[in-house]
T-cell receptor, first 111, second 113 residues
Framework: QKEVEQNSGPLSVPEGAIASLNCTYS??????FFWYRQYSGKSPELIMF????GDKEDGRFTAQLNKASQYVSLLIRDSQPSDSATYLC???????????FGKGTHLIIQP | DAGVIQSPRHEVTEMGQEVTLRCKPI?????LFWYRQTMMRGLELLIY????????DSGMPEDRFSAKMPNASFSTLKIQPSEPRDSAVYFC???????????FGPGTRLTVL
């Protein structure tokens, strides 16, 4: 069964520091990976997606993928209190259709 | 673009009643997904449709749950009869195809008393 694992947290990071969020997946056939941010009481919103090994940068966000280790990460530079949310990792492709979501990491940015 | 639209946003009902949740996907998207989110279980996929056809309903918890997509712009998720353990936030999401990024609606918060 396809699984995506995340540390539930909470992960507490001081304002201005780098927040590092990690995710592992079980299905080696997974091809695409997505990071969603979910504020309390709101719906998940897509932050970034990554298909290829290596790094992908978008503003303060960097997604990293290592298919050999089945590991995905999200780095948030210059963390702001508004980054405080739950971050969901998702994988697609491989043996199952659609996206498989992890349970999310609760991130707290301390002012 | 209006994004994915869901209604109602909140629903409070009594055990045994029928509940119908509605979803309008983003125009042009071919895949539609229904999820349920709880603190304990996280975000669970219930069912998804591709080109209006149900592809995988293995996540539907029981026969009390049913979903339809009569056309490309409308889907319903029905629970009959509802039970207190069905209380959760139900999200609808759509995507261009089944493995692309999904865009979520605002969700329906269901409370079954």
């Amino acid at each position: 069964q396809k699984e995506v694992e995340q540390n539930s947290g909470p992960l507490s990071v001081p304002e201005g520091a780098i927040a590092s969020l990690n995710c592992t997946y079980s299905d080696r056939g997974s091809q695409s990976f997505f990071w969603y941010r979910q504020y309390s009481g709101k719906s998940p919103e897509l932050i970034m997606f990554i298909y290829s090994n290596g790094d992908k940068e978008d503003g303060r966000f960097t997604a990293q993928l290592n298919k050999a280790s089945q590991y995905v990460s999200l780095l948030i530079r210059d963390s702001q209190p508004s980054d405080s949310a739950t971050y969901l990792c998702a994988a697609s492709g491989g043996g199952a259709d659609g996206l498989t979501f992890g349970k999310g990491t609760h991130l707290i940015i301390q002012p | 673009d209006a994004g994915v639209i869901q209604s109602p946003r909140h629903e409070v009902t009594e055990m045994g009643q029928e509940v119908t949740l509605r979803c309008k996907p983003i125009s042009g998207h071919n895949s539609l997904f229904w999820y349920r989110q709880t603190m304990m279980r996280g975000l669970e996929l219930l069912i998804y449709f591709n080109n209006n056809v149900p592809i995988d309903d293995s996540g539907m918890p029981e026969d009390r749950f049913s979903a339809k997509m009569p056309n490309a712009s409308f889907s319903t998720l029905k629970i009959q009869p509802s039970e207190p353990r069905d209380s959760a936030v139900y999200f609808c999401a759509s995507s261009l195809d089944r493995e692309n990024e999904q865009f979520f609606g605002p969700g329906t918060r269901l409370t079954v008393l």
